[in-house]
């Protein structure tokens, strides 16, 4: 897709906004942050700005922690909740559509002292993250800053690229690289289970891809975590996204319409189930607007069309007599087709003697039960089935096999079926002390086979490059998790937190405790000290776990099947500085010691450090866990929350990553850049006096150190045709620091008569046409080494109706 799609689109998008405030209904539930229960009684009030008159709307919860506020203007409003012998909350700065009903998730937290109730105080809890439990390196997020942000795509996780430690310098993919880590350390969680690969185009092993199947719009208050997690997240090293899906309006039904050219069309549509139980529905669907626009014979400007599409589902049936229950799903299907006829000569990877074909698929289906046992502890139990399949074929344009047929290069698919069963119990013991125990159970079938002919031998003697198996496996794995986690509340000023987790693994039989603790030391109510340390392990990759050798005698031997886990320390000490309720100044420094990485056997530069920010792994036998890494830096935080019409965030990242191959020479990772700069902004305004419209400019800097790269033997490549490596120099040379600017315009129009809202925004990203190199690469069909490069300008454009 490119600018000649936008321009077919933003016609279409202007007009609906001619449609020409009145009021909504702002509802939610309160619950206790340690053991969930609903709080009878808590009073709510909105504070209404409306004509320049402060208006105070009220109303309390009932027996199961709900409240309605009725006849809210819309606009940004505040919320202040109260309850007694519990900390006060504000959340300003709440916006207000006349087409959709506001749903908000309260979480109070009991006061240190119960005597009497504490004096309000005006303040944002948006640094705290929604698991009570991470108290450091954590971070939360939700649907407004997902569509808010310049240059974000709508995908939450280019959102997090723009917070402190976080590089996705890469145009064309949406891997995160976590303090100079590789993106395979990532974990995914969706209602408290882990995931596979939440992306379209995805394949086996990785955890980015070109475009999100996560819809944003399904999201409610989610955290991202990047250091020293707590202890119910196992088998990662580098962080997590741990994403929690909102629930449907369980009072009355709303639709909702949006067209974007990486989004596509959606339609989402929600309401009550079961008004009785608080029950609720919410469904949303998209698919790509390139395949639409071209089936309508619209030129999308490339003939390698992306197809996608994803469905998404949370059916919640409320309060029944067995316990709150509820049924959540996800999936996706991606195609796209590579034709070599169709391909522009002058590109640098051109193949114009190879046809390729690419199909990714992906899906979760999950039951989650919750069980009050009494007013401080619970169960949550949940249950689900996952699927992530991926197929890859190619065939060469110039040569035909015995039979006639285009002669096939690749033919690789990936088809894993995983069940999990996740329960844990909490026990708010007192008002001070916080227990959490569980387990994670899960047994992956796996079917995975590669065929490649790419460089291989005419041992058959019939003139063809020999098929030859990669891998091959149709088996199952079984892994298992367990954990402990504490909170105490030594004083008012103090909070530690504990836990122990247990990681176990089947194939090699390796079995891992893992220590964490964390420290918030509040020496003045603007001030907080955080001390934390992990110790965590992760399983390797299946396609290098499974990567298979073939022997002179025609055999296949798997070297790389007892590979154990990857070791991981974490070390962060960092300083929180609020001097004001909006405002927010945050460092923290860290080091993380990787050993047990896998490296080759014979001494060389390779490392599994570097890997997971592509399509497919590298080719690698007689690897062994003799390797190590060393990650350190330090990150400002500048944070000013959303408030008085404007908001702003400025984050720094100065790191150093290294490794050690099995040469023992200390180099770079491929994720070294050195730094990472984000500077964000945006201001809302307010067109006329009735507050019905508005009219809102974001903008976003962003500059990073270039990544390291390994320079190209260029006589080597042509020698043999294909791209070789200076090995011995691995990432000792450096591409050009990447650079952007984006600028987003939008328009959010309330109608005066009905329940209807629209939103129009115009995302241009990369506004200076900067050339950000890629990479540097061998091209064998040219002969020649040369620079690919990253997306230049190019203006997005989303138009959301709600009703």
């Known amino acids: 897709m490119n600018s000649k799609i936008i321009s077919l689109l933003i016609p279409a998008f ?35 700005n409306s004509e320049g008159e402060t208006q105070i709307l009220g109303a309390s919860t009932d027996v199961n922690g709900v409240f309605v506020v009725k006849n809210v203007p819309v606009g940004r409003q505040s919320l202040r909740i109260n309850y007694l012998g519990y900390e006060p909350q504000n959340i300003p700065n709440v916006l207000v559509n006349a087409g959709k009903e506001v749903v908000v998730d309260v979480r109070l937290e009991e006061s240190f002292s119960r005597i009497g109730e504490v004096v309000v105080v005006a303040k944002a809890d948006k640094d705290k993250p929604s698991n009570e439990l991470a108290t450091i390196s954590a971070r939360q997020f939700n649907t407004e800053e997902v569509f808010r942000y310049s240059g974000g795509r709508s995908d939450v996780a280019k959102l997090v690229a723009n917070f402190a430690g976080v590089a996705a310098n890469n145009d064309a993919r949406n891997d995160i690289i976590i303090r100079g880590n590789s993106p395979t350390g990532v974990l995914w969680r969706i209602e408290g289970i882990p995931v596979p690969n939440p992306n379209h185009y995805a394949t086996l092993g990785t955890t980015g891809g070109p475009v999100s199947a996560l819809n944003p719009n399904m999201v409610a208050n989610s955290d991202f975590l990047t250091s020293a997690f707590p202890a119910e997240y196992g088998n990662a090293t580098a962080g997590v996204f741990d994403i929690n899906l909102r629930t449907g309006n369980q009072e009355k039904k709303e639709y909702m319409l949006q067209l974007g050219a990486f989004t596509g069309l959606e339609g989402l549509m929600e309401g009550p189930l079961n008004k009785r139980n608080n029950g609720s529905y919410l469904v949303a669907y998209r698919h790509s607007f390139a395949e639409i626009a071209q089936a309508a014979g619209l030129n999308v400007g490339t003939t390698a069309t992306p197809k996608y599409k994803d469905l998404s589902f949370n059916i919640d049936l409320g309060n029944t007599k067995a316990g709150k229950i509820s049924l959540f799903g996800i999936g996706g299907w991606s195609a796209i087709d590579f034709l070599g006829a169709d391909i522009d000569t002058s590109d640098l990877f051109a193949r114009r003697d190879e046809n390729a074909y690419n199909v990714s698929k992906f899906g979760v289906l999950g039951l989650k039960h919750s069980w009050l046992l009494n007013d401080h502890a619970y169960i949550r139990t949940i249950a689900s089935v996952s699927y992530s399949g991926n197929s890859y074929k190619s065939e060469d344009l110039l040569t035909r096999d015995e039979n006639g047929n285009l002669l096939q290069r690749f033919d690789v698919l990936d088809a894993a079926t995983t069940y999990r069963l996740s329960s844990f119990y909490n026990n708010k013991i007192t008002n001070r002390f916080t227990l959490r125990s569980g387990v994670l ?24 490059p020999d098929l030859f198996t990669q891998r091959d496996f149709d088996g199952n794995f079984l892994q298992a998790e367990a954990y402990a986690q504490t909170q105490w509340r030594v004083s008012s000023k103090i909070t530690l937190n504990t836990g122990l987790h247990g990681l176990y693994f089947d194939q090699t039989e390796d079995v891992a405790v893992e220590p964490r603790v964390a420290l918030n030391f509040q020496p003045a109510p603007r001030h907080r000290i955080n001390v934390g340390y992990g110790l965590h392990h992760q399983t390797q990759p299946l396609p290098v776990f499974l990567f298979r050798e073939r022997q002179v005698d025609g055999t296949f031997l798997e070297t790389n099947s007892d590979l154990g886990f990857t070791r991981s320390n974490h070390f962060v000490v960092g300083y929180d500085f609020k001097p004001s309720a909006d405002w927010r100044l945050k460092m923290e420094t860290y080091v993380q010691l990787l050993s047990n990485v896998p490296v080759e056997l014979a001494p060389s530069s390779f490392s599994m450090l570097n890997t997971g ?6 080719e690698k036998n007689h690897l062994v866990n003799e390797g190590s890494g060393r990650n350190a830096g330090v990150e400002f935080t500048a944070e ?39 500077a964000l902004g945006g201001r809302e305004f307010k067109m006329g006096r009735s507050g019905r419209k508005y009219f809102t400019i974001d903008t976003k800097f962003t500059m990073a150190g270039g990544r390291p790269y390994t320079p190209v033997n260029l006589e080597a490549s042509k020698a043999l045709g ?8 691995a990432f000792s040379e450096q591409i050009d620091d990447y650079l952007r600017w984006d600028v987003k315009m939008g328009i959010r129009v309330n109608s005066k008569k009905r329940k209807l809202s629209q939103t129009f925004f115009l995302d241009i990203q990369n506004i200076t046409n900067n050339q950000n190199v890629f990479a540097m690469r061998y091209n064998d069909q040219r002969g020649e080494i040369g620079k690919t490069y990253q997306i230049g300008f190019f203006p997005d454009v989303l138009y959301r109706v709600e009703f």
């Open 14 to 48: 202007l007009f609906p906004i001619l449609i020409f405030g009145q009021t909504q209904t702002v509802r939610g539930t309160v619950h206790d942050r340690q053991s969930d229960m609903p709080l009878i009684g808590a009073t709510v009030q909105v504070l209404s």
């Open 441 to 464: 159970l899960q047994n992956q079938h796996l079917d995975t086979y590669s065929n490649t002919r790419f460089q291989t031998p005419d041992l058959n003697n019939d003139g063809l």
């Open 613 to 618: 920010a592509d399509f497919i792994f590298p």
């Open 640 to 678: 000013k929350f959303f408030n008085k019409g404007w908001y702003s965030l400025v984050t720094l990242s100065v790191f150093d990553s290294k490794y050690e191959g099995s040469d023992k020479v200390e180099r770079s990772t491929a994720f070294d850049g050195g730094y990472v700069f984000n």
């Open 722 to 729: 294909k791209e070789v490596l200076y090995e011995d120099r």
